[in-house]
């Protein structure tokens, strides 16, 4: 079985990465093929050179496009802003093709926050974004919250967070 983590913002030195690389680590332990894509690594321009009328003709962002086609499998890691998930995710959204470059396969959410949402409401956005264009949601949808305080130098500070994780994981291996 092979996963794709996607790491949902451009943020420089952003934790999501950090977290996604958690997830990675979690998974190879497992013997599932990680890999992570993350959103610092876009093309700079892709806003206007990968999207509307310049869909398809960006051929770094297409390489992007046919790794997502790729799996069947992914884990959206998305940060809080602004009490939803980063603009930079739904322009990378509208950037993939219209309508099915999600359709049928199947998604494992985390969010992290600074303040206690843990972005629960991101995760719900984004979870409305996933379902109308056809793509299935696992229910466990973990939220890990305050991140500064329970998740330092690349570790989750926090055992019930850890179990969360491992639980969420194990669910989506068998989803
Ligand atoms: C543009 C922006 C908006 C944010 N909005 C929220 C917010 O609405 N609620 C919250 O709890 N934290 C908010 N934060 C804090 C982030 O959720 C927190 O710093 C998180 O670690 C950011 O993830 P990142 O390091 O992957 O960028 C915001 C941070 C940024 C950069």
Redesign the pocket.
Known sequence: MSILII???N?T???????ANLYAQKLISKNIDAEILSLTDLPKDYIYSALYENSGKNPEFNQIREKIASFKKIIF?V??????F?GVLKAFIDGLKYPDSLKNKKFALVG??????G?ALALSHLTDVISYLNGNVLGNRMKI?K??ENFKDGKITNSVFEDLINAQIEEFIAF
């Not at 992290?112 to 949402?117: C, M």
């Open positions: 790491s949902g913002t943020r030195n952003n934790k999501s990465l950090k977290i890691v940060a809080e802003y602004n009490g939803s980063p992290l926050s600074s303040g206690i949402q972005g919250y991140i500064e």
